[in-house]
């Protein structure tokens, strides 16, 4: 009777390891699926920005905000203007960050995915853009899209010690900063 008592404990734990196993993979799959679909989606949307920037188009720069975003920010053309304006006719020529940032995920929605880029000018001047956008919101969509844009007209090594920092991340806006406009702490 006690080694039928072992020999039925020993197989609950191998099928309990084996389920736990099991779970951590599926969740491990999830996430790693969940990084490439940021990480596309970013990239995809990096590249529009940066294309509307470079042709100097702010009709297809605004078609990337929400339709809240562009509801809800305060003179959005203006600033739109701004923006391409920072760039004195300059074009990025390259666009260098690390995999995006995210909060929620395709079932746990809103998924809003945040991109940092380190670009360079062809006048070889070195700007920093901040991405925020919303991937998916089955509940709200007109909120899908782009709904901030931070522009550093200064690269990391030239960022002022008092630098505060800038805009949190989920603030709709247009922010540009420069070494002579620029949030302190």
């Given amino acids: ?4 008592t072992c020999a039925l404990l020993c197989l609950l734990m191998i099928l309990s390891i084996a389920f736990c196993l099991t779970g951590c993979k599926s969740r491990t799959d999830e996430m790693a699926g969940l990084e490439v679909h940021t990480d596309k989606q970013i990239n995809k949307m990096k590249k529009q920005v940066i294309k509307c920037i470079n042709k100097q188009d702010k009709e297809g720069l605004k078609k990337l ?6 509801k809800h920010i305060d003179d959005l053309d203006g600033k739109l203007d701004q923006l391409i304006g920072a760039f004195n006719g300059n074009k ?3 666009a260098k960050g690390r995999g995006p ?3 929620g995920s395709i079932q746990t929605q809103p998924l809003h995915i ?6 360079v000018l062809n006048s070889k001047e070195k700007y920093r853009i901040y991405i925020s956008f919303c991937d998916k919101n089955d509940e709200e969509p007109d909120k899908e899209g782009v709904f ?3 522009l550093r007209t200064f690269s990391r090594e ?5 630098f505060s920092g800038g805009a949190y991340q989920d603030d709709y806006g247009i922010f540009i900063y420069t070494l002579q406009n620029y949030p302190k702490k």
Avoid: T, V
């Fill in 1 to 4: 009777m006690r080694k039928l």
């Fill in 65 to 70: 905000f929400s339709k809240d975003a562009q």
């Fill in 92 to 94: 990025i020529e390259s």
């Fill in 101 to 103: 940032n995210f909060k």
């Fill in 114 to 119: 945040y991109g940092k880029y380190h670009l």
């Fill in 148 to 150: 901030q844009i931070e």
């Fill in 158 to 162: 030239e960022s002022p010690r008092d």
